[in-house]
């Protein structure tokens, strides 16, 4: 009777693990996704995802388009697009930016659609 019983927990104690591994991983789907692409996005916006609608927080990730980087003198403000190959975001930030970025280099970025369809970064990651 004893081994029944001790099967029978280890039964439970393993759907339970199961369960909650399960559980785990349905509610962080959206976050396992480091970054978006452009081309991501371009699709999410088509299909209105509201994960890329106007104030929603998301990170976007590609490489910055050659010829793009446009720095303010008056202020820390920077412009730049970025793109995947097939699609491009142009973003706006105003702080210091990485050592390592520059145009051809990977690109994390951190920020939301604004209501004038800019993407505002409030923070850059170079690779």
């Known amino acids: 009777m004893k081994k029944r019983q001790r099967l029978y927990f280890v039964i439970f104690v393993l759907l339970s693990l199961s369960g909650a591994v399960?559980?785990?991983?349905?509610?962080?789907?959206?976050?396992?996704?480091?970054?978006?692409?452009?081309?991501?996005?371009?699709?999410?916006?088509?299909?209105?995802?509201?994960?890329?609608?106007?104030?929603?927080?998301?990170r976007l990730g590609g490489l910055v388009e050659e010829g793009s980087v446009v720095k303010s003198k008056v202020d820390a403000k920077t412009s730049f697009s970025v793109t995947d190959g097939d699609a491009r975001v142009t973003v706006h930030y105003k702080g210091i930016l990485p050592d390592l970025?520059?145009?051809?280099?990977?690109?994390?970025?951190?920020?939301?659609?604004?209501?004038d369809r800019s993407f505002r970064a409030t923070q850059v990651l170079a690779k």
């Open 22 to 58: 399960g559980l785990s991983l349905y509610a962080l789907r959206d976050n396992i996704s480091y970054f978006y692409s452009p081309r991501e996005i371009a699709q999410m916006k088509q299909a209105g995802d509201v994960r890329v609608s106007v104030g929603h927080r998301f």
């Open 101 to 115: 970025f520059r145009e051809g280099q990977g690109v994390v970025t951190q920020g939301a659609f604004q209501p």
